[in-house]
């Protein structure tokens, strides 16, 4: 009709933004991605809602889209605990169901050789990438700071805790803190 927003049979391409108050960095980029679906013939609203009210709308299902942050680690069971069938209600609550999804997640996790699992991950990310349950924004960096005095530090990228129990600080570079915590 002229207002610059895609039109099917009387029906426009538009939908709700749902933010939390509490991140501006969401906010900002839901303006910018509000922008650019414009630019394409997207109608956007953006709601900023308080957090305990976002958490609530989400669990729920009562969105459209919104805009998260998951802090997942690269690992089968975070892929299992946030989009399989089995974690709809928990933290599927975007409700993502694949049954060839789930097998092929079961497969890659149970897989007899790392070069078995590889091919089977890839076809897990395809299957997940064509049903496009989300669009991932951004993926953030992790920084890390670890205190001089600790020796035999290793930080791997997809759980920085797995080898914390290696890390060790020398007698001459412990604190008064680190000595009450031995005893």
């Given amino acids: 009709d002229g207002d610059g927003i895609r039109e099917r049979n009387g029906r426009k391409l538009e939908f709700e933004i749902l933010v939390p108050s509490s991140s501006q960095v969401r906010q900002r980029m839901a303006v910018i991605l509000q922008e650019q679906l414009k630019k394409v013939g997207v109608g956007t609203s953006i709601s900023v809602i308080e957090l305990n009210l976002f958490g609530n709308r989400t669990r729920n299902g009562k969105f ?4 998260l942050s998951w802090n997942d680690d690269p690992t089968p069971s975070s892929i299992r605990q946030t989009w399989t ?9 975007v409700g993502y169901a694949n049954p060839r999804f ?4 079961d497969e890659a996790s149970f897989a007899p ?8 991950w890839r076809a897990v990310f395809s299957t997940v990438i064509e049903d496009a349950p989300g669009i991932w924004l951004t993926s953030l960096i992790q920084p890390a700071g670890i205190h001089q005095r600790y020796d035999n530090v290793t930080i791997r990228a997809d759980q920085w805790s797995a080898t914390l129990w290696t890390w060790r600080i020398p007698a001459d570079r412990l604190t008064e803190r680190d000595r009450v915590a031995a005893r």
Avoid: C, H, W, Y
């Fill in 102 to 105: 789930d097998r092929l997640v």
């Fill in 85 to 93: 069938s089995k974690a709809i209600g928990d933290a599927n609550f």
């Fill in 113 to 120: 050789d790392p070069a078995t699992a590889v091919q089977k």
């Fill in 64 to 67: 459209e889209t919104a805009m």
